[in-house]
């Protein structure tokens, strides 16, 4: 029942994706710009990681992929909303966490797919990594869309306007970017901005997705990126489904 | 036969000024295959009685029952049994018609062979066969009404909740869905309880009035009773006696002019 449930619902959202080929693209603007511009800032400077500065940074950038995009999933949500689609759905007997999971299972779709032309392009400039590396980079990818997205839809779902849900959105997701030290790698940082920022969940995905494109597949980054990950994934999707199953008043 | 049961449903919803009593208990019956008009002024609870009723908004007091299955044990069961068509519909403006139905019949648990089977059905019965293949945002108002209520009867509901039917129709367009509403009742014995803030279609179309006013039941008859009884004769309009029973009638005329 949730399998099919879930399929339905993944379906309906893909096809709307697929829909807009522009949507579909988008996301991928900021990290290549990123990749294009501050990348090659990088290539002469010592950043203290193994590897080149493209091992450091392309992680960095996916997961930036996934923050951005993830974040304001939600938006679509608050659009259906006023069209009355969610309630539509909601009246149906269809399972309250296939109404959450189909749509985030689409969203993580299109974020792999970017993340994919985004690793292609990073290779075009300059990037070498283990394949290995590069796939558990796109699984980390993955993880985080289901654990953003989910909360991003939960978040939608309680307020009522685009103009509320923006800022509330931007005010989260620059300081996790500037913090998880998606750009540079907090090994540069000083004493209490190092200490800050292991707070910040995405600083375990980040060190975890470095290690991965260097070839490290078994170190303590590695297991606290996947612990933090999973257990985010799982706390993010049971608040969602909880959204989902209580209407919104 | 009672296919609607409530006893003191109620909701409060918590807000930052304190708590706003929407519904403040509401007892009802209605009959199987009967048309139920369910009005009241702006912000009297009828919507917010009819999302509980569609298991939407958990109430936080009082009981009921829809199709034999109890709001609060069996939500699933209410599901099953009854159809929903909120004021601002809910199709997808950039999705066909035809996409809209089957994934509808599919929402209901239909295998895709019997969703798309239903779709034609639907379509034929509620006159969108021309329109299968085009975006819903291309329908002109009343074409969009019947899908909304075609989505509605996917899984053949034996009770349909229309909230505010045929607001923003044409004239043809409302007395088309009068027509049709009644044909749900003649031919499929659906119950259907609506909302309307028209009194000649809530006269012309209801066997029966329920009145609510702050969130309580504040009359409840037959068009021709509730005449009787609170417009003073059988012969007074259905606005007067809504205004006698509400207790709002038209401001009170001052004589003097305003000075300007």
């Not at chain 1, 522009?22 to 511009?37: D, E, I, N």
């Not at chain 1, 540069?188 to 200490?195: F, G, R």
């Not at chain 2, 045929?166 to 009068?178: C, H, N, Y």
């Amino acid at each position: 029942m949730l399998l099919q449930d879930t399929a339905l619902i993944y379906g309906r959202y893909l096809r709307q994706s697929l829909r807009s080929r522009f949507a579909l693209l988008f996301g991928l603007l900021m990290p290549l710009l990123y990749l294009c511009f501050f990348g090659p800032l990088l290539t002469g400077l010592p950043l203290g990681g193994r590897g080149s500065s493209w091992q450091l940074l392309v992680p960095g950038l996916l997961l930036q992929l996934g923050l951005f995009g993830a974040s304001f999933a939600g938006f679509s949500i608050i659009i259906e909303n006023s069209q009355g689609v969610v309630e539509r759905m909601r009246v149906t007997p269809v399972s309250r966490l296939a109404l959450l999971l189909g749509r985030v299972l689409r969203d993580t779709t299109v974020f792999v797919f970017q993340a994919v032309l985004l690793v292609l392009a990073a290779v075009a400039m300059g990037l070498r990594a283990p394949l290995g590396g590069v796939l558990i980079g796109f699984a980390f990818v993955a993880l985080l869309t289901v654990s953003l997205g989910s909360l991003s839809y939960a978040m939608a779902m309680k307020v009522h306007t685009p103009q509320e849900f923006g800022p509330l959105v931007n005010a989260m997701t620059m300081p996790s970017m500037l913090l998880s030290g998606l750009m540079l790698p907090m090994s540069l940082a000083p004493a209490w901005l190092d200490v800050l920022s292991h707070l910040m969940p995405f600083r375990y995905l980040v060190d975890a997705v470095r290690d991965a494109y260097v070839g490290s597949y078994t170190t303590g980054h590695m297991l606290y990126g996947v612990l933090v990950a999973l257990g985010l994934s799982g706390l993010a999707v049971t608040v969602g489904t909880r959204v989902f199953r209580t209407a919104r008043a | 036969m009672a296919v609607i049961s409530a006893a003191g449903l109620a909701r409060t919803f918590q807000t930052r000024r304190g708590p706003v009593e929407a519904v403040r208990g509401i007892d009802l019956t209605v009959r199987e295959g009967e048309i139920l008009g369910f009005l009241g002024p702006n912000g009297a609870g009828k919507t917010t009685t009819l999302r509980m009723l569609t298991t939407l908004l958990a109430p936080t007091g009082g009981a009921a029952t829809v199709a034999g299955h109890d709001l609060a044990a069996d939500p699933a069961g209410v599901r099953r049994a009854c159809g929903y068509v909120a004021q601002s519909g809910g199709v997808d403006a950039q999705i066909s018609v035809r996409e809209e139905l089957v994934t509808q019949g599919r929402l209901y648990r239909l295998t895709k062979p019997q969703a798309i089977a239903r779709a034609g059905e639907l379509a034929r019965e509620l006159g969108l066969d021309e329109l299968l293949d085009r975006k819903t945002s291309a329908l002109s108002g009343g074409q969009r009404r019947r899908l909304d209520i075609a989505m509605a009867l996917t899984h053949r509901p034996k009770v349909l909740f229309l909230d505010e039917p045929t607001t923003g129709l044409d004239p043809g367009s409302r007395a088309d869905l009068w027509d049709l509403i009644r044909r749900l009742r003649d031919e499929h014995g659906t119950t259907v309880f609506l909302t309307t803030h028209y009194l000649d279609e809530a006269d012309a179309l209801s066997d029966r009035l329920v009145i609510v006013d702050r969130g309580v039941v504040v009359a409840d008859g037959t068009p021709s009773a509730l005449k009787l009884e609170h417009g003073g004769s059988i012969d007074a309009s259905l606005q007067d006696t809504f205004l006698a029973i509400t207790g709002r009638g038209p401001a009170p005329v001052d004589a003097t002019p305003v000075a300007v």
